[in-house]
T-cell receptor, first 114, second 115 residues
Framework: GENVEQHPSTLSVQEGDSAVIKCTYSDSASNYFPWYKQELGKGPQLIIDIRSNVGEKKDQRIAVTLNKTAKHFSLHITETQPEDSAVYFCAASFSQTGANNLFFGTGTRLTVIP | DTGVSQDPRHKITKRGQNVTFRCDPISEHNRLYWYRQTLGQGPEFLTYFQNEAQLEKSRLLSDRFSAERPKGSFSTLEIQRTEQGDSAMYLC?????????????FGNGTRLTVT
C-alpha cells in the first residue's frame, strides 16, 4: 500500500516568514494529493489539493508543488500569521475523480510566533 | 453549512464494554469513510461506504470493529469488547463520488477513552 512520509514534524517560524512542509509518497499510481489543517479538538480541514497532471497550484498565501518523478510534494505558506498555527497533514491516494482512501503523513505542528 | 456531524464528541468507557458512534455525512454525499487517529499520528483509514454498500473493510483493525450504513445516509461504527489500545479519535468523512475533484470533508470526530 501507499506510504507517505512528512517532514519536519515540528516547525516554528516568525510571523510574516514562510513555512515549507515536505512529503514523499511511495506508490507511483497515486494521483491526488490534498493537504489538511487540523486545529485542536477539530477534524482535519482541507486547505488545498493538487492532482498529478498539475505541477503547482496556488490559493492566496498557500501553494502546493508536485514532482511526480521524484514522488514528492510540498506545501508553502507565505506571510504566515498566528492563526496559521496548527497541525498540517499531507495525504495521497489514487482516484479517478478526487479523494478516495487517503493515506496520511504523520503531520507537522506549525507554530507561528507573533 | 451542515458539515459532517459526529456523535458523541467524547466517550469514556471501561475495558470490555461495547461502544457505538454515529456519523451524519453531508446530505448529498454518497461516500462515507471512517478513520482512526491516535495521538501524534495522521488519520488511518478503516472502512468506507458507497451509499449503503460497504466497499472496503479489510482495514478494520479487528473483528471487534464493525460499521453499518443501513439506509445510505448516517453510519455507525461499533467497537465490541473495547481494549485500552482502542483509545483514539474516530473520524468520519464524506464526499460526493462521481464529481470531479470532490474533496473529502471530515467531521470533528469522537474521542474514545477506554479505562
Amino acid at each position: 500500500g501507499e506510504n507517505v512520509e512528512q517532514h519536519p514534524s515540528t516547525l516554528s517560524v516568525q510571523e510574516g516568514d514562510s513555512a515549507v512542509i515536505k512529503c514523499t509518497y511511495s506508490d507511483s499510481a497515486s494521483n491526488y494529493f490534498p493537504w489538511y489543517k487540523q486545529e485542536l479538538g477539530k477534524g482535519p480541514q482541507l486547505i488545498i489539493d493538487i492532482r498529478s497532471n498539475v505541477g503547482e497550484k496556488k490559493d492566496q498565501r498557500i501553494a502546493v508543488t508536485l514532482n511526480k518523478t521524484a514522488k514528492h510534494f510540498s506545501l508553502h505558506i507565505t506571510e504566515t500569521q498566528p492563526e496559521d498555527s496548527a497541525v498540517y497533514f499531507c495525504a495521497a491516494s489514487f482516484s479517478q475523480t478526487g479523494a478516495n482512501n487517503l493515506f496520511f503523513g504523520t503531520g507537522t505542528r506549525l507554530t507561528v510566533i507573533p | 453549512d451542515t458539515g459532517v456531524s459526529q456523535d458523541p464528541r467524547h466517550k469514556i468507557t471501561k475495558r470490555g464494554q461495547n461502544v457505538t458512534f454515529r456519523c451524519d455525512p453531508i446530505s448529498e454525499h454518497n461516500r462515507l469513510y471512517w478513520y482512526r487517529q491516535t495521538l501524534g499520528q495522521g488519520p488511518e483509514f478503516l472502512t468506507y461506504f458507497q451509499n449503503e454498500a460497504q466497499l472496503e473493510k479489510s482495514r478494520l483493525l479487528s473483528d471487534r470493529f464493525s460499521a453499518e450504513r443501513p439506509k445510505g445516509s448516517f453510519s455507525t461504527l461499533e467497537i465490541q469488547r473495547t481494549e485500552q489500545g482502542d483509545s483514539a479519535m474516530y473520524l468520519c468523512a464524506s464526499r460526493l463520488q462521481g464529481v470531479d475533484n470532490s474533496p473529502l470533508h471530515f467531521g470533528n470526530g469522537t474521542r474514545l477513552t477506554v479505562t
